[in-house]
C-alpha cells in the first residue's frame, strides 16, 4: 500500500462541513526483508468532515492509489468516523473516536481488509499542558491470494500452473495509550507510550514528537521505538503543510512509518507530497460561539475561530478581568471555565490587541468606550424564560 501522504490535515471548522480534493503523488519501499516491490503512485481523493450535535464531529474520506511501475500494486480506501469530546469540569474532558475502514489493494498479490477501532479517552488541560488517557480496541478481517505453482507433465509436455487461493484471517487489537504535551510558544512536544495485545503477541511502542505550528503552515516530526513479535523496530517520519491560499495547501511527508498491530503490517518506508484544495464550505461558520454546561459549578464553552492568531486571550468579568489564554484547536481557539448564573461582559486579544468579532452578542460599551461582548446565563435550577427577547443562552 502507498506510504501516507500526510501526517495531519486540516479540521472542520466550527459549525460548517468542508469538502476538500487531494491530489499527489508517494514513493513506498517494501518493509526490509518482506515480500513486495518499491512502487510510485499517483493518489487522489475526497475528504468531507464536519461537525455534529454537541461536541461531536463526523469525517468520510475516499482514497485511490494508482501504481505506476510494473508490479506495482494499485489500491483502493473508504474511511469514515467521528468522534465526540465534553467537559466534565474546567480541566477535565471526556471523549470517544471510532473509525472504520475497508481497502482493496490489487494485483500481484491482492489483499482485502475492514476493521473499526475505538478510543474512548480522558483528557486533562490546564494552561498549555494536557495529558490524554485513552483506551483502544479494535477489530476486523483480512483476506490475501496466495498463488502456489504446480508443474504437471501433460500429454504437451510439462505445464506450469498458478493457482490463487484465498485466506482469510480475523484481526483484534486492544490496549491503551498515555500522552502528555507542553504547548512552548509556537512549539509543542508530545511524549507518548502504548501497549498493544494482538493474536500474534504484544506490541510496545514509545513516541516522542515536535509540532511546530505558524499563520503559515505547520511541520511535525515523530521518533518511535517499538518491541513487537517479530523483534525491534524503529521509526522516524516528519511531515509539512504549508498554505497557500485561503481553502488550499501544499503538503510532504515521509520516513519510515511504523507497524500496525491490529493489521500485523510490519515497518515501511515512503515519501509523499501533493496539494489540498477546498471544493465547498458546507453550512454557516460562526466566528464566535458559546454554551454553558450543567455543573457544580456550570462551565462557560468559548470557542474563537482566528485561523492567523499567534496567542488569543479572553478577558471578562468570569476571569477577573485578567487575560487567560485560550487553547488552540485547528483554527479555533478554546476556553472552559467556572462561570456563575447572571449578566456577564467579556472580549478577547488577539496577539496582544483588544477584538471582538462581529458576530459576538449583546455588543455595547462600557464607561471608557470600550465595546464588549454579554451574555445571560440561566440558573439551572429556575425556570427558563423562553420568550425571544429572553432566550439569549443558546449557541449565538
Known sequence: ??????????????????????????????????????????????????????????????????????GGASWVSVLAGGGWSQPVSPVLSIGLAVAGEAFTVGDPVPYRAAFARAEPEIRFESARTMVRLAGYGGIGASEVTVIETFVRDTRFGRRVFEVGFPVATDLWAWGGTAEVEQGLGMLTPRLAGAVYDTPQGRYVVGRLGLEVRSPGGTFYAEGSVWDTPDGGEASVVAGVRVSTGARSSFYASGGKYGPDPLLDSPAAGGVGAGVSMGL???????????????????????????????????VGDFTGWSTVPMRRDGDVWVLELPVSPGVHHFGFKVDGAWYLPADAPGVAEDEWGEVQATIIVDDPDSTADVTPEADVSSRT
Not at 468542508?18 to 516491490?37: F, H, K, Q, R, V
Not at 510510485?40 to 485511490?64: E, I, K, M
Open 280 to 314: 465547498a464550505e458546507l453550512g454557516a461558520v460562526p466566528e464566535l460561539s458559546w454554551r454553558v454546561v450543567d455543573g457544580a459549578p456550570q462551565t462557560l464553552v468559548l470557542e474563537l475561530k482566528a485561523e492567523d492568531a499567534m496567542l488569543v486571550e479572553c
Open 1 to 70: 500500500m502507498a506510504a501516507a501522504l500526510c501526517l495531519f490535515g486540516a479540521g472542520p471548522a466550527d459549525g460548517q462541513a468542508l469538502l476538500d480534493l487531494d491530489l499527489g503523488a508517494s514513493y513506498s519501499l517494501p518493509p526490509a526483508g518482506g515480500a513486495g516491490i518499491a512502487s510510485t503512485y499517483v493518489n487522489g481523493g475526497l475528504r468531507l468532515a464536519g461537525p455534529f450535535g454537541s461536541g461531536g464531529y463526523l469525517h468520510a474520506s475516499g482514497f485511490g492509489g494508482l501504481a505506476l511501475n510494473e
